[in-house]
Structure formats: structure tokens, C-alpha cells
């Protein structure tokens, strides 16, 4: 079974702060992603990436920046977090063109 | 005009019905479609992906229609357990877009 795992299910952070989101797969997947899902709104792609070291900017990258170090691990960033962050954030993996796989998740609340 | 569009819902019905939903979608070059199933305060998992000739799994059918750009879901015999939110995905080529998703109630 393809597992994702997401370093945290419940995040309070202040604004201002730096916030670390992290997101490990262990299928060997070469794609991986970052959402944040809004009621309303559905999912909204921050950025992917289709290989190591690699990234490429989603629809609403503002605010946010990627890490991927390693081919399981893809880190999302906050520099410095603000209220208009607060959501669910979804990683996800796949390989080229097939199904993704999503994350449990992390609530993100910024106050 | 959003990439996808659903109607929101919710659609409440008893179990045994059937249920239909539809999904627009603004790109024509899109190449693949699927829906996906969001359970509440869950992560969103695959329920079958749509192909041109359409295609059944077991109570669940999927029908596209390229030429109207839509896609269709519909669910027969529903029971308690379809209870969900289903999201329309369009793979448009570089990414998958979602749509914000149907709410469906199954009610006894």
C-alpha cells in the first residue's frame, strides 16, 4: 500500500512565524505535491515537483516556498506565516501520470 | 470562470436511490478525468477514473462527454457508506485540477 505520511494532523502557529510542513512517501514516487483546500474552493495546487531538487510553482505559490532534498520527502515553507494561511494543507505523490495519492493532512490555524 | 465547476449540494437522499452528478470543465485540451472520494475530515482518494466509453465499478458508472465538456457520476442503490464528498479531477496535461466538490447525504 502507498502511504504518504504528513509530519503533523494539527498545527497552531502565530503570525509572523516560520512553518515547516513535511511530507515523506515510501512508494518510490517520482511527482509529488502540495495543496491547500478551502471550503468552496476545492483544491488548489501550490507547487509540485517531478524530481529531486526540482520544483515548479502551482496556481498559488505567493507566500509559500518548496523543498525537495530528497525523492520521499517534499517540505513545505511558510517564511512568515499570516491569518490568510490558515487551511488544510494535502501533500500528494504519484508517479508520471497516474493516480495521486494524498496525505491525512495538516490543519494549519495561524493566529 | 473556475477550471471545474460542481454543484455544491448537498444532495440528500434515501438509501436505495439513485443520485447523478455533473461536472464542467473550461479546457478543451484536458486528457484524462477521474473522481475522487472525500470522506469528512479525511484525505481524498480515488474512485475511478472516467473514460470516453464510459465505464462501470460495481453500483458507481462514469460517462464523458467531450464534446459538451462534461463529466457524469452516477451511483445507484446508494447505501449510508457513499455518504462523501466527490471531486471532480481534470488532468489538463501539467496538473490535476479540482473541482470543489458534491456533497452527497445518504439518509435511512
Known amino acids: 500500500d502507498v502511504k504518504v505520511t504528513q509530519s503533523s494532523r494539527y498545527l497552531v502557529k502565530r503570525t509572523g512565524e516560520k512553518v515547516f510542513l513535511e511530507c515523506v512517501q515510501d512508494?518510490?514516487?517520482?511527482?509529488m505535491f502540495w495543496y491547500r483546500q478551502d471550503p468552496g474552493l476545492g483544491l488548489r495546487l501550490i507547487y509540485f515537483s517531478y524530481d529531486v531538487k526540482m520544483k515548479e510553482k502551482g496556481d498559488i505559490p505567493e507566500g509559500y516556498s518548496v523543498s525537495r532534498e530528497k525523492k520521499e520527502r517534499f517540505s513545505l515553507i511558510l517564511e512568515s506565516a499570516s491569518t490568510n494561511q490558515t487551511s488544510m494543507y494535502l501533500c500528494?505523490?504519484?508517479?508520471?501520470?497516474?493516480?495521486?495519492?494524498f496525505g491525512p493532512g495538516t490543519r494549519l490555524t495561524v493566529l | 470562470r473556475k477550471e471545474v465547476e460542481q454543484d455544491p449540494g448537498p444532495f440528500n437522499v434515501p438509501e436505495g436511490a439513485t443520485v447523478a452528478f455533473n461536472c464542467t470543465y473550461s479546457?478543451?485540451?484536458?486528457?484524462?478525468f477521474f473522481w475522487y472520494r472525500q470522506d469528512c475530515r479525511k484525505e481524498p482518494k480515488l474512485l475511478m477514473s472516467?473514460?470516453?466509453s464510459g465505464n462501470e465499478d460495481g453500483r458507481f458508472t462514469a460517462q464523458l462527454n467531450r464534446a459538451s465538456q462534461y463529466i457524469s457520476l452516477l451511483i445507484r442503490d446508494s447505501k449510508l457508506s457513499d455518504s462523501a464528498t466527490y471531486l471532480c479531477v481534470v488532468n489538463t496535461g501539467d496538473k490535476l485540477v479540482f473541482g470543489a466538490g458534491t456533497i452527497l447525504r445518504v439518509k435511512s
Open positions: 512508494m518510490d514516487h517520482e511527482n
Open positions: 500528494a505523490s504519484s508517479l508520471a501520470g497516474s493516480e495521486q495519492f
Open positions: 472516467v473514460y470516453s
Open positions: 479546457n478543451s485540451a484536458s486528457q484524462s
